[in-house]
């Protein structure tokens, strides 16, 4: 009679070419899609493997089974792993590889460590995984199996993947979201998809072609009818982030208008209609003829009135501010001014002239994990206002939300400079606006108007 041990250590040697089998015999895991068996033979059959993909395609989750099935399959192995950040290669996939560690059918032995992360076999017979900056982390690690893999691989440095390199992995697997048309991960799925490197396979994954995207929820969190409309709603189809994060590929260039010119002008030519309560936003400089200070007020539907100059006093704009918030019946939870550098104590010139409890408007404040910062936040803020395929609910069912206007003296002063506003995407996928430092060099003056109309969608609840 075949003891357990006996059996285990059968199956075990009939995976040794079938990482998918693994995943469902020896880690008791649920079967792969078409897509990640797909991953699975590539990393048996060819040297280097290259996965450009959008979300929730279980990308990670088939890294974590492939690690596992690499260092039990080849016994003395190594394995390296590497993300652009530690934080992303814990929560990502180390996460994985412990979940699939602990729930393994058949125990995988050895130990699992936290600090460093790995998982220890014995006698240099180990997966290690870090995030590093330092080229040298990576010296040393040397072995005739060895797979090197890279998570979010469009965020890692050029040198550190590398580096990696150089240790002559005998497999390499490289998987992320196509963020930036540059680096190292783009060099090297260009030169698969053009056939100059024949080692490598490329293998391109939308989020379209997830097996759940006809389901209102994934029970296996992947790509989803409820997630894709989100995304739809948040992004819209053909932004940079929709290339990257849905299609899976890789942009054209690396920067993408915030504002198509053509939904600009549509908010030029836009009848205003008055809705909503009014708010206002105070974008400021210190006068003298150089940048301008702006004060914007806006309803729900549209900028109500604007003025500006590039020679008040901050005491005069303030007090410009208490005349247009008089007028329009601004309240002061309504109003926000720019609180970074000369505006730090603007509140008091705000209570002189009877406007308590405005909001100040911290641009380079953390703005969360969609976006880089508070000013990428509020200026995503204005794109979505402004496009005219983003639906609001409606009494039965999502209607297109009405023009948002802008009256032609503001857009003459404007326009050139929401029509020039960029952004990227960072290593994490994050929304990212041009520095406001470079994109003034480049409009040769400071996008002021452009800046005001951005703040007053900072705080949508208020």
Same mark, same amino acid.
């Given at each position: 009679?075949?003891s ?5 250590? @059968? $199956?075990?040697? !009939? ?11 020896v ?10 068996r ?9 040297p ?5 993909t959008?979300?929730g ?15 039990? $399959? ?6 390296? !792993?590497?993300a ?35 998982? $220890? *076999? ?11 900056t ?17 998570? $979010? ?12 390199c150089?240790? +002559?992995?005998?497999? /390499?697997?490289? *998987? ?7 680096? =190292? =991960?783009y ?13 490598a +396979?490329?293998? #391109? ?16 969190? *992947? ?10 709603? %948040? ?13 899976? *590929?890789?942009?054209d260039t ?8 053509s939904?600009?002008d ?9 809705r ?5 936003a ?24 604007g003025e ?26 309504r109003i926000?001014? %720019?609180?970074?550098?000369?505006? !730090?104590? =603007? ?16 641009g ?6 969609? =976006?880089? +910062? ?13 496009? #005219?395929?983003r639906?609001?609910?409606g !009494? ?10 802008? #009256? ?17 995407? %960072? ?9 406001? /430092? ?7 003056r ?5 800046? @005001? ?10």
């Amino acid at each position: 009679m075949t003891s357990y041990r006996e059996a285990a250590g @059968a $199956e075990i040697l !009939a995976c040794r070419y079938d990482p998918a089998r693994f995943n469902r015999t020896v880690l008791g895991r649920g079967a792969y899609w078409r897509r990640q068996r797909e991953i699975c033979r590539s990393v048996v059959e060819r040297p280097i493997t290259l996965v450009p993909t959008g979300n929730g395609v279980g990308k990670s989750y088939v890294a974590a089974g492939i690690l596992h099935w690499f260092l039990i $399959e080849h016994p003395g192995s190594l394995v390296v !792993a590497t993300a652009p950040s530690q934080v992303q290669l814990e929560e990502v996939l180390w996460k994985e590889v412990e979940r699939a560690y602990r729930g393994s059918m058949i125990p995988l032995g050895g130990r699992l460590l936290q600090s460093p992360l790995k998982v $220890e *076999l014995g006698a240099g017979w180990q997966a290690l995984a870090y995030s590093t900056t330092r080229v040298e982390r990576f010296s040393g690690h040397h072995a005739e199996n060895l797979l090197a893999i890279g998570d $979010e691989a469009s965020g890692i440095l050029d040198d550190i993947a590398e580096a990696i390199c150089s240790l +002559n992995p005998s497999r /390499e697997l490289w *998987l992320g979201n196509p963020l930036r048309p540059s680096g =190292f =991960f783009y060099d090297r799925c260009e030169a698969a998809e053009s056939g100059r490197n024949p080692l490598a +396979n490329l293998i #391109p994954i939308s989020s379209l072609e997830s097996p759940h995207i006809e389901l209102e929820r994934s029970p296996w969190g *992947l790509a989803d009818r409820a997630w894709l409309e989100k995304a739809r709603a %948040d992004y819209g189809e053909g932004s940079l982030w929709w290339t990257c994060h849905v299609l899976g *590929l890789f942009p054209d260039t690396g920067a993408d208008s915030v504002l198509p010119l053509s939904w600009i002008d549509r908010a030029g030519a836009a009848p205003h209609v008055p809705r909503g309560p009014a708010r206002m936003a105070i974008d400021l400089a210190l006068g003298g003829g150089g940048d301008r200070s702006v004060v914007l007020v806006a309803d729900d539907h549209g900028v109500i009135a604007g003025e500006w100059s590039n020679t008040w006093p901050l005491g005069q704009a303030a007090t410009r501010a208490g005349i247009l918030a008089k007028r329009h019946h601004v309240e002061g939870h309504r109003i926000s001014w %720019d609180a970074e550098g000369i505006g !730090a104590d =603007f509140a008091n010139r705000l209570q002189a002239e009877g406007i308590h409890g405005a909001r100040p408007y911290r641009g380079g404040r953390d703005g969360g994990p969609r =976006f880089v +910062n508070f000013r990428a936040a509020a200026a995503w803020g204005l794109r979505q206002r402004l496009d #005219p395929g983003r639906t609001v609910p409606g !009494a039965s069912g999502p209607v297109p939300q009405p023009a948002y206007a802008i #009256p032609p003296h503001v857009m003459h002063a404007a326009r050139e400079e929401l029509a020039g506003l960029r952004y990227t995407l %960072d290593e994490r996928g994050r929304i990212k606006l041009e520095r406001k /430092e470079d994109y003034a060099k480049r409009l040769r003056r400071s996008p002021d108007i452009a800046d @005001a109309l951005c703040q007053l969608f900072a705080y949508p609840d208020g």
